[in-house]
Every structure is written in C-alpha cells, then in structure tokens.
C-alpha cells in the first residue's frame, strides 16, 4: 500500500518552461488537494478535487490548473513558470472531510 | 472563515524535558483540529485529531492534546521530548462540513541534547 505518491521528487524549470506534476493515491478516496509550502507561511492550498471530473480553486490558484481524469490521479500543470512558483509541493487525498493524508512532496526551482 | 495562530515560531527544550507547542484557532463551526508533524525533507504525518469526541486528544509518539472550546486553544504537549521529535509541527483547523484545511506558519521544534 503506496498511499499517496509524487512525481517527480525534484525539478529545476527555466522562467516560461512548463512542466506537470502528478499524483497518485492507492486509497480509493474521493478527494485530492495541491498545496504549495513555502517557508514561514505553513501550506496554501492550490486547486482541489471533490471527485473524478471535478476541480475547484483553493487560495493561491493563480498560474495553475489542474486535471482529474481518473479518480486516482490529480495532476497539476504550470503552463509558464515563474521564479514566484519555487516552492515544494504536496499532494494530498482524502475520503470525504475527513483526515488528509499527504504524499512526500516535489521540490520545484524555476530559474 | 477559520484560522489558526501558532504561537511560537520555534521551540527548544532539553531532551528528556515536556514539550509544548501552543495553537489558537478561530472557527465559524463546530471545527475539527489536527496537528501534523513534518520531518525534515519529508512529507507531512498526522499526529492527532479532534472531532468533537473527547476534548483530551492521544496521539502517535506520546503526543497528546487539549481541545479548550472557551479558550479556543489546542496546544500540543508531550511529558518528554526525545531527540527524534525534532521537527516541525503544524496545527491545522477545518470548519465542520468544509474539506478544506486551513494550516497554522508552523512551530520548529529543536531537541537539544
């Protein structure tokens, strides 16, 4: 039981380059959440998923979007990035409101 | 709306010591409250929660956790820290019915020997 996955670990993009981060949960739960961490700020919230083909914004949702194809699967996508999108990232899933449960996170670095 | 305030941004205690790290969180709604910890260069592990069961709260490692309803606190306390606490601690706050989490700067917990 892998619980919730990332890919990748660590990226370094280039200003404008675009890039897609995925995620993956083997728990069979309805939501999924992309938050951003950055230091001395705690998690923001990105986008987020109540269900499959759903998507919603969270508080930072600006230069993102986001896809839930498949129940399992939450992607996120940076069309053109930007030196403020440095940060680590963490996918989250949950079943219902309940407990959220957090996958290792993907360091980003745009240059 | 909800939020939360951790009240210190970094603690430091002797091992062997208790630990307590201090969160107050403003809430609409009967709230549910987390604390996660987060090792360094890992991703974030649930400690505890309350969800208006019992207002003292067991968690994992011998963490545990006051609901105080007229204090709107839930601070985080351990009898004896061991070097392995070393981390950060979040407090997290979410409205009743709302999927949404709402997470507190963070309090850097340092272990010293």
């Known amino acids: 039981n892998a619980g919730v996955t990332q890919t990748p670990k660590f990226r370094v993009l280039k200003t404008g380059q675009s890039m897609t981060l995925l995620c993956a949960q083997d728990?069979?739960?309805?939501?999924m959440y992309w938050y951003r961490q950055d230091p001395g700020m705690g998690l923001r919230l990105i986008h987020y998923?109540?269900?499959?083909?759903?998507?919603a914004k969270g508080e930072v949702p600006d230069g993102y979007n986001v896809s839930r194809l498949k129940k399992q699967n939450f992607l996120l996508g940076l069309e053109s990035a930007a030196p403020s999108q440095t940060s680590v990232y963490f996918c989250?899933?949950?079943?219902?409101?309940?407990?959220?449960?957090f996958g290792p996170g993907t360091r980003l670095t745009v240059l | 709306a909800q939020s939360v305030t951790q009240l210190d941004s970094h603690v430091s205690v002797s091992e062997g010591t208790p630990v307590l790290l201090r969160c107050n969180y403003s809430?609409?709604?009967?709230?549910?409250l987390f604390w996660y910890v987060q090792h360094p260069n890992k991703g974030l592990q649930l400690l505890l929660k309350?969800?208006?069961?019992?207002?003292l709260v067991k968690g994992i490692n011998g963490f545990e956790a006051e609901f105080k309803k007229s204090e709107t606190s839930f601070h985080l306390t351990k009898p004896s820290a061991h070097m392995s606490d070393a981390a950060e601690y979040f407090c997290?706050?979410?409205?009743?019915?709302?999927?949404?989490?709402?997470f507190g700067t963070g309090t850097r917990l340092t272990i010293i020997p």
């Open positions: 997290v706050v979410r409205n009743f019915g709302n999927e949404k989490l709402t």
């Open positions: 728990m069979n739960h309805e939501y």
């Open positions: 998923s109540v269900g499959e083909g759903t998507t």
């Open positions: 309350y969800t208006s069961a019992a207002t």
């Open positions: 809430s609409s709604y009967s709230p549910s």
């Open positions: 989250a899933s949950s079943s219902g409101a309940d407990t959220q449960y």
